[in-house]
């Protein structure tokens, strides 16, 4: 069941045609429960598991679908363009900007929403919209390093290690390393893409010209009555990163950061008048993607497959000095085989039975980092990456797995030696 859902879906980005990729994970898991790989019990045990997960990631997507219907998000990309010079420089500028950007949104939701805009940005551009979408796709990726909730993998790590302050222990140790990471890779793709971005001639300047004020002047209080995620979503990732580094400090009781982004939904559906339509606009074939994912995971753990895997790959105990090399290392592979939420959930359990914890932080973040900038090798490296596929297809954009690969695989050679230096020699 494991082998033939990943070929499938393998199959599919190669091609390029067939059955939604989420509809061949929600098909692997039903088939591994009716099989008899995984029984309905132990099925809805993961799930109830992974249910922070699940519940963060529906928070966001509420969120992402209410800046994109408030007209945020593509405000967002239009400036951005409004800060490149000329054309070339448009690749480094919208890696540089959206990857700040995931730091605060689960990438999964951002990519979600992103891809219509950059398509209408490619089509005001007169323009390729492929590298566009291949650039959200890197900067999620890279961006979404730095916080615990810039994608699921983090999230995991964070609810599992026992840090005090996950956002304040995630800002430590990879603060430098990404912003070196967005910095260069900005730089790598603008190199890459160059080529495909428009000619700087008097219509690329009038578009430049058009870009808006980062804040508009004026009618704010009309704005935010109309609009009320424009308020809720800041004072709501305020109160959560607060509420982190008060922990820090006090050593008071933690507040689970799931819980936090849920209820600043809770507010945000109250408040708006949109509330029926933002719900019904929700991705949910994305949520089923990552419950199908979860059961097929949890069916090979259960086969032996996983068990075979990592007896290939094992991992030293805290103190070992190629530890974190190996940490690194099985989990680039890792990813690719299962996708880097599935790999980050199979080893939780492997480090803590060797005696990880909150006290080895930087394993916990070489399994952070690594698994995160896995996902841009391939296509099966990050759920992010499948939803931009999917999202990207739906706009007539077909992302085949050797125009990732080609650029994804040398930017991540040089993301996660950014990363290995600076844990290493403890920046």
């Known amino acids: 069941m494991f082998g033939a859902t990943f070929v499938l879906v393998l199959a599919r980005q190669v091609v390029g045609r067939g059955p939604g990729v989420w509809s061949l994970f929600v098909v692997g898991g039903a088939a591994t429960i009716l099989t008899g790989v995984l029984g309905p019990s132990a099925a809805g045990s993961v799930l109830y598991d992974e249910l922070p997960v699940l519940l963060f990631l529906l928070a966001l997507f509420v ?8 007209g945020a998000l593509d405000h967002l990309a239009h400036w951005l363009i409004g800060r490149a010079r000329r054309p070339s420089d448009l690749p480094l500028i919208l890696f540089v900007g959206l990857g700040l950007v995931s730091a605060l949104f689960i990438n999964d939701a951002l990519v979600l929403v992103g891809v219509p805009i950059l398509v209408g940005v490619a089509a005001r551009l007169r323009t390729d919209a492929k590298p566009l979408v291949l650039v959200l796709a890197f900067a999620v990726t890279v961006g979404s390093t730095l916080t615990p909730f810039g994608n699921p993998q983090n999230l995991l790590i964070a609810l599992a290690a026992g840090f005090s302050s996950p956002v304040g222990t995630f800002f430590e140790y990879l603060g430098i390393p990404t912003a070196i990471n967005l910095v260069v890779g900005g730089w790598f793709l603008g190199r890459v893409y160059r080529r495909s971005m428009p000619a700087a001639d008097d219509h690329f300047a009038r578009v430049r010209a058009e870009a808006p004020a980062l804040l508009p002047s004026g009618g704010w209080a009309r704005r935010l009555a109309a609009k009320p995620v424009l308020w809720v979503f800041p004072v709501t990732m305020g109160v959560l990163i607060g509420a982190d580094l008060v922990t820090a400090f006090v050593h008071g009781p ?3 950061i799931w819980a936090i982004a849920l209820g600043g939904t809770g507010v945000l559906l109250v408040a708006s008048p949109r509330r029926v339509s933002i719900v019904r606009a929700v991705n949910w074939r994305i949520l089923l993607l990552f419950v199908g ?9 259960v086969g032996g497959v996983v068990s075979q895997i990592e007896g290939i790959f094992p991992v030293q105990g805290p103190g070992h000095p190629a530890s974190l090399l190996t940490i690194v290392g099985t989990t680039l592979v890792g990813s690719q085989a299962v996708s880097n939420v599935p790999w980050v959930g199979l080893q939780i359990p492997v480090l803590t039975g060797l005696g990880y914890s909150a006290r080895t932080p930087i ?7 690594a698994s995160t900038l896995a996902g841009n090798v391939t296509l099966l490296g990050a759920a992010s990456n499948l939803i931009v596929t999917e999202t990207a297809e739906r706009s007539g954009i077909r992302i085949r797995l050797h125009d990732f690969v080609r650029v994804g695989l040398p930017l ?11 844990l290493a020699v403890g920046l």
């Open 63 to 70: 969120f992402a679908e209410a800046l994109r219907e408030a």
């Open 254 to 256: 933690t507040v689970p």
């Open 293 to 301: 994912l979860f059961v097929v995971v949890q069916g090979a753990v």
């Open 363 to 369: 394993a916990w973040m070489g399994l952070a980092a």
């Open 412 to 422: 991540t050679a040089i993301t996660v030696g950014v990363v290995v230096a600076c």
